[in-house]
């Protein structure tokens, strides 16, 4: 038995030997970062961001690869399944990573089992909008107006699934209100573009999606879905100043990477995302775009956050009792 022990405590100092110079070599090839949505939207609006900074610290190319469809679970089996070598990272939300389990739950790819979460990097606040021919310029007017016109008007989301989707239910719940819900192949992209075009009436996606069309006057922004105003947007309320304090939700973006991915090279990537989000045009280009910038005092830390928004969202989904067959 004490040859046996001696013989595994040898073997796990080699195992950690390897992973310590694997992690002082690393990186020595460029790094791929899976977003598992389209351009356009605020997983890759926040990619773009960071990507330059990250080249720059990490000493190697970042290249940005989007990996979209079937509501994100495409790119998250892509990089779950890629090799655990510090190669492949993958920036995944609330959506991908804390909703879909619950959504999808045969998918064979678990985020709580399969990745190691390294950071918060922000969180992109919701915006309840609407297109402007909609006579309503508060939560409240829209409520009345819509009250007087049960099932005659439509909202958009991306997918069954979505936050978007989830969130727009349990307001209409709680409003007493009802709108058909029209889903589309995106939400920044397709769902934004309904509002603009007129096709719905109102949508739930995120303040970075809206702020070019609000200045423009083609579309309006009723409410931030945040716990306070958005700088970008300071004129417009919270949805708990109007009257649903459960509703300050937004996007949340994380990285990750496969599990498995040693220790070391765990701790330089997260050091190089805490040093990233807090470069100062890194967060100058982040807020003028709606998002701000949040980070877990560890690995760890976002761990117990993760687990936290699963089991939330896992409430939510069966409460609103929605389903991914579901319109």
Same mark, same amino acid.
């Given at each position: 038995m004490r040859r046996f022990l001696q013989h595994v405590l040898l073997a796990a100092a080699g195992v950690a +030997?390897? +992973?310590a110079a694997h992690a002082q070599s690393y990186p020595a090839r460029p790094i791929r970062m *899976?977003? /598992?949505?389209n351009p356009g939207g605020a997983s890759d609006f926040v990619a773009r961001i960071i990507q330059p900074k990250m080249t720059e610290l990490l000493g190697q190319q970042v290249v940005v690869d989007n990996r979209a469809g079937a509501s994100g679970n495409l790119g998250v089996e892509i990089a779950a399944r890629a090799a655990p070598d510090g190669y492949t990272l993958f920036l995944g939300n609330v959506g991908t990573t804390a909703i879909n389990p619950s959504i999808f739950p045969k998918f064979p790819i678990r985020p709580l089992r399969d990745f190691i979460g390294l950071t918060l990097l922000v969180d992109v606040p919701g915006a309840f909008a609407t297109h402007p021919s909609v006579p309503a310029s508060t939560v409240k007017e829209f409520i009345d107006y819509t009250r007087s016109r049960p099932g005659? #008007?439509?909202?958009? =989301? =991306?997918?069954?699934?979505?936050?978007?989707? #989830? !969130?727009? &239910?349990?307001?209409?719940?709680k409003a007493g209100i009802k709108l058909v819900? *029209? /889903?589309?192949?995106?939400?920044?992209?397709?769902? %934004? +573009?309904? @509002? #603009? !075009?007129? &096709?719905?009436? !109102? %949508?739930?996606? %995120?303040?970075? =999606?809206? *702020? /070019?069309? @609000?200045? %423009?006057g083609r579309a309006k922004v009723l409410a931030v879905m945040a716990s306070r105003r958005s700088p970008a947007l300071p004129q417009v309320p919270t949805m708990a100043e109007s009257g649903f304090p459960e509703l300050t939700l937004g996007s949340w973006q994380a990285m990750y990477v496969p599990r498995g991915t040693p220790r070391p090279i765990v701790d330089r990537l997260y050091a190089v995302m805490i040093r990233t989000v807090g470069d100062a045009e890194v967060v100058r280009r982040l807020t003028a775009g709606g998002a701000e910038v949040v980070t877990s005092k560890s690995p760890e830390d976002f761990a117990v956050f993760l687990k936290d928004q699963n089991e939330f969202w896992a409430k939510i989904v069966k409460d609103v009792g929605a389903t991914a067959e579901q319109q």
């Open positions: +030997a390897v +992973a *899976i977003v /598992p949505f005659q #008007l439509n909202y958009g =989301s =991306s997918g069954a699934g979505a936050a978007q989707r #989830l !969130a727009f &239910e349990f307001f209409m719940n819900h *029209i /889903p589309y192949k995106g939400g920044a992209g397709a769902a %934004t +573009a309904a @509002v #603009l !075009a007129g &096709e719905v009436a !109102a %949508t739930m996606v %995120t303040v970075a =999606s809206f *702020i /070019p069309y @609000v200045k %423009t």
